[in-house]
Nanobody
């Protein structure tokens, strides 16, 4: 089992940047696929990006490719989402997620979420 805690959300103007952080704790956390989902008001939760602890090519949703970068710091048990050139449509609650299965589709573990609001 793994526990996830996000931080780093906030309010930013369109075109700006934010970095989200996710701390992972628990047994066998290095075995988990880690990633990010988001949910905008009135919309279903959607996949954003994922990565493994040991490397491997990260995956991104088409809507964020070229703007968002997922990375990890294994020594700190952290996963990050660097978000650049933010758009109003990126406004959502962002969730860190983990699962033993790859790719992330319906993860077993979720963080509490962090709000990202992009203004015009």
């Amino acid at each position: 089992q793994v526990q996830l805690v996000e931080s780093g959300g906030g309010l930013v103007q369109a075109g700006g940047s934010l970095r989200l952080s996710c701390g992972a704790s628990g047994r066998d956390r290095s075995s988990y696929i880690l990633g990010w989902f988001r949910q905008a008001p009135g919309s279903e939760r959607e996949f954003v990006a994922d990565t493994t602890w040991s490397g491997g090519r990260p995956r991104y949703a088409d809507s964020v490719k070229g703007r968002f970068t997922i990375s990890r710091d294994n020594a700190k048990n952290m996963v990050y989402l660097q978000m650049n050139n933010l758009k109003i449509e990126d406004t959502a609650v962002y969730y860190c997620a983990a699962d033993l299965r790859s790719p992330l589709v319906n993860p077993d573990y979720w963080g509490q979420g962090t709000q990202v609001t992009v203004s015009s």
